[in-house]
């Protein structure tokens, strides 16, 4: 049978496993931006690519085809990649450092992020 952990085993299980939306929106619209940004970044792709295929209606041309494929491949496609959530203990030691850094080493700030520093060490 297991080991019950304690309330203290369980925050320093909280500070490592759980996980904070640091991407700078709401944690509720980033599930619909993310597939909002895929869509303009492959549309964008999409429209590049007709455009340098444009050029070629009509006739079959060797040259143009290969005009509008030189103009297709010179630019790079676009891009959009997602960001991880960072750990929780990281933004919060981000967050108590800067409190600290503002309100200076004697606050009651800098009590609290040694003590949760100190939390994570025993882990």
Do not use: C
């Amino acid at each position: 049978m297991p080991r019950r952990r304690t309330p203290q085993d369980d925050k320093r299980l909280s500070y490592a496993k759980d996980r904070r939306n640091e991407y700078g929106e709401n944690d509720k619209s980033t599930r619909k931006n993310i597939r909002l940004s895929r869509r303009y970044v492959a549309r964008a792709n999409r429209r590049k690519a007709s455009e340098a295929l444009a050029t070629t209606r009509g006739p079959a041309d060797p040259d143009q085809a290969e005009q509008a494929q030189e103009r297709f491949e010179r630019r790079r496609p676009k891009r959009w990649d997602k960001w991880p959530d960072e750990p929780l203990h990281v933004t919060v030691t981000g967050t108590l450092e800067t409190r600290v850094e503002r309100e200076g080493p004697d606050s009651a700030n800098a009590a609290r992020l040694a003590r949760v520093r100190a939390r994570l060490r025993r882990t």
